[in-house]
């Protein structure tokens, strides 16, 4: 079950966090992985401690948010990395601020990384997995994009946008056996959290039915499922992985 040997997996925003956890278990399925973030020394890292232990990984320095240099970039995949099957757009960032002092900067940051690039990503390598006549595109949301956070009107419009985008491709695509999933994660144990103080990470646990904040292991189990031939007759869904923050 869940066996992805023979496939191939694109996963940005792979150098830590939810993105190095994806990556390193749809490698430890039978997948090779193409490794894709901007930040060069961790991708290889990374890719030098997988392969090591055997799994098919290659690093790929790529910034999603410079949409028109995607296609170049994506000329240095090599061919036994190639077709891209699986693909996870999982790069995002946050320039949190109230809306009344948020500069034209921090709300175009937001929505090149998180919206535009996974167009811009989607729209060339799905072009391989309509020849091949199977694919799976899972979008890394989240829960702010869902029910609002105050501070984020950026980051959730960009993450509302990317559900949107993704039923859209659902529906465009399921002739082709491409199905379009979401994972909308909550409050999770990532970079982003660890800056949280005592008094901050309590309030959020107030809120989470579970008690606990997610794990990245949480959300690549997720991504797991939807990357697999079990998960073929879903698409245009959003997975929730929240803790009960949001039912």
Do not use: C
């Amino acid at each position: 079950m869940f066996d992805l040997s023979g496939r191939v997996a694109l996963v940005t925003g792979a150098s830590q966090g939810i993105g190095e956890a994806i990556a390193e278990l749809l490698a430890r399925r039978g997948a090779r992985v193409v490794v894709a973030a901007r930040s060069t020394d961790k991708l290889e890292a990374l890719a030098a401690r997988l392969t090591e232990e055997g799994l098919e990984v290659l690093p790929l320095t790529l910034d999603v948010s410079d949409a028109e240099a995607v296609p170049g970039a994506l000329k240095a995949i090599s061919d036994e990395f190639l077709p891209v099957q699986i693909l996870v757009n999982n790069a995002g960032i946050t320039e949190d601020n109230l809306l009344a002092r948020m500069t034209l900067e921090q709300w175009q940051r937001v929505i090149d990384t998180n919206l535009t690039g996974p167009y811009a990503l989607t729209r060339h390598l799905v072009r391989g997995m309509m020849r091949s006549r199977w694919g799976r595109i899972i979008n890394i949301a989240s829960i702010s994009g869902i029910m609002g956070n105050p501070g984020q009107a950026n980051y959730a419009a960009s993450k509302a946008g990317l559900i949107g985008f993704s039923k859209a491709l659902a529906r465009e695509l399921g002739s082709r056996n491409i199905t379009v999933n979401v994972v909308a994660p909550g409050f999770t144990e990532t970079a982003m959290t660890a800056g949280l103080t005592e008094s901050q990470r309590e309030g959020l646990l107030e809120q989470v039915v579970l008690g606990r904040l997610g794990t990245p292991a949480d959300v690549s189990a997720a991504v797991l499922y939807l990357a697999s031939e079990e998960a073929g007759y879903m698409t245009g869904q959003t997975l929730n992985i929240s803790g009960g923050l949001y039912i």
